[in-house]
């Protein structure tokens, strides 16, 4: 995907969530309804969160500097992590609201919630959609698309509830389908912190099959030995690479390196590369603890 490409959902996103901030700001004041008002700020948070991910996406396409070599590349995985902890928080949030309400049930919703929440389905849904492709190959984004799917689940909860409550007085479901919706998220959410904690540790991104790179490495012709190899994410999208091979000759030894290099890069989603290539017995090298 092009930095446009992954920046235009940001903008229809904000856009849409800002809009339906001021409307439920709108209903809540005009009918009085401190549930309306009190969404209206947790779903401010997720503009916020939106945002977050948006300035870590423009950050990741600014050029490398004297001081920081990767550029700012890092800030993708920063965000992932911030909107998974975020995630969390909200849940956390949702589960004490709920399990307040089954102490204490509340009055089921009027039409004013009812209809804002289909609303909020409708634009968070909108949101959600525009994030698909992207959350697949970038964690970042998967971040964003978490975001916006728990609020999707959260408004949809509160439609469908209410308009069960209005026929019934099962005031007992409302709090019932936020935990269920809660737990749902969660599952996403842990996966997210997971992966996010994964790579803001330097561990071999999930998309990056290691065992295979080291068998395409090792059965290249004329290598005789692998070592010290190391794949780290520098961006949610962007995976570097450093190994030490030793070679049993000198031979077209440009027209090797780029046709590994080309390999790397085609067949196993590594985009920035760093070969060093050895000769003879390299045996104490490859047994310094902290070579590269």
């Given at each position: 995907?092009?930095?446009?490409?992954?920046?235009?959902?940001?903008?229809?996103?904000?856009?849409?969530?800002?809009?339906?901030?001021?409307?439920?700001?709108?209903?809540?004041?005009?009918?009085?309804?401190?549930?309306?008002?009190?969404?209206?700020?947790?779903?401010?948070?997720?503009?916020?969160?939106?945002?977050?991910?948006?300035?870590?996406?423009?950050?990741?396409?600014?050029?490398?500097?004297?001081?920081?070599?990767?550029?700012?590349?890092?800030?993708?995985?920063?965000?992932?992590?911030?909107?998974?902890?975020?995630?969390?928080?909200?849940?956390?949030?949702?589960?004490?609201?709920?399990?307040?309400?089954?102490?204490?049930?509340?009055?089921?919703?009027?039409?004013?919630?009812?209809?804002?929440?289909?609303?909020?389905?409708?634009?968070?849904?909108?949101?959600?959609?525009?994030?698909?492709?992207?959350?697949?190959?970038?964690?970042?984004?998967?971040?964003?698309?978490?975001?916006?799917?728990?609020?999707?689940?959260?408004?949809?909860?509160?439609?469908?509830?209410?308009?069960?409550?209005?026929?019934?007085?099962?005031?007992w479901l409302d709090p019932v389908v936020s935990l269920v919706i809660a737990v749902i998220i969660?599952?996403?959410?842990?996966?997210?912190?997971?992966?996010?904690?994964?790579?803001?540790?330097?561990?071999?991104?999930?998309?990056?099959?290691?065992?295979?790179?080291?068998?395409?490495?090792?059965?290249?012709?004329?290598?005789?030995?692998?070592?010290?190899?190391?794949?780290?994410?520098?961006?949610?999208?962007?995976?570097?690479?450093?190994?030490?091979?030793?070679?049993?000759?000198?031979?077209?030894?440009?027209?090797?390196?780029?046709?590994?290099?080309?390999?790397?890069?085609?067949?196993?989603?590594?985009?920035?590369?760093?070969?060093?290539?050895?000769?003879?017995?390299?045996?104490?090298?490859?047994?310094?603890?902290?070579?590269?």
């Amino acid at each position: 995907m092009t930095i446009t490409e992954k920046q235009t959902p940001f903008v229809i996103g904000v856009i849409l969530n800002l809009i339906y901030i001021v409307a439920e700001l709108g209903f809540g004041f005009s009918t009085n309804s401190m549930a309306l008002i009190a969404d209206a700020s947790h779903n401010f948070s997720d503009v916020l969160g939106l945002l977050v991910a948006w300035l870590a996406v423009w950050l990741s396409q600014k050029a490398p500097t004297a001081k920081r070599t990767y550029g700012y590349k890092n800030a993708s995985i920063l965000a992932a992590l911030f909107n998974a902890v975020f995630l969390l928080i909200a849940i956390g949030g949702i589960i004490t609201e709920a399990i307040q309400r089954l102490n204490q049930p509340a009055t089921p919703h009027g039409w004013t919630v009812i209809s804002v929440a289909l609303l909020g389905v409708i634009v968070n849904g909108v949101t959600t959609f525009l994030f698909v492709h992207g959350q697949k190959e970038d964690l970042n984004i998967k971040g964003a698309f978490m975001h916006m799917a728990a609020d999707t689940g959260v408004s949809l909860g509160v439609v469908v509830t209410g308009f069960i409550m209005l026929a019934t007085d099962w005031t007992w479901l409302d709090p019932v389908v936020s935990l269920v919706i809660a737990v749902i998220i969660l599952i996403g959410t842990w996966g997210l912190l997971r992966d996010a904690v994964n790579l803001a540790l330097n561990g071999v991104p999930n998309n990056v099959d290691l065992a295979a790179i080291t068998k395409c490495i090792a059965s290249q012709p004329s290598v005789s030995k692998v070592h010290d190899l190391h794949v780290w994410a520098i961006g949610t999208s962007d995976n570097a690479l450093s190994v030490h091979l030793v070679r049993d000759t000198t031979e077209n030894n440009d027209c090797f390196l780029n046709d590994l290099d080309q390999q790397l890069r085609t067949h196993y989603n590594i985009q920035h590369i760093t070969i060093q290539v050895e000769y003879g017995d390299c045996q104490q090298l490859g047994n310094v603890e902290n070579s590269i």
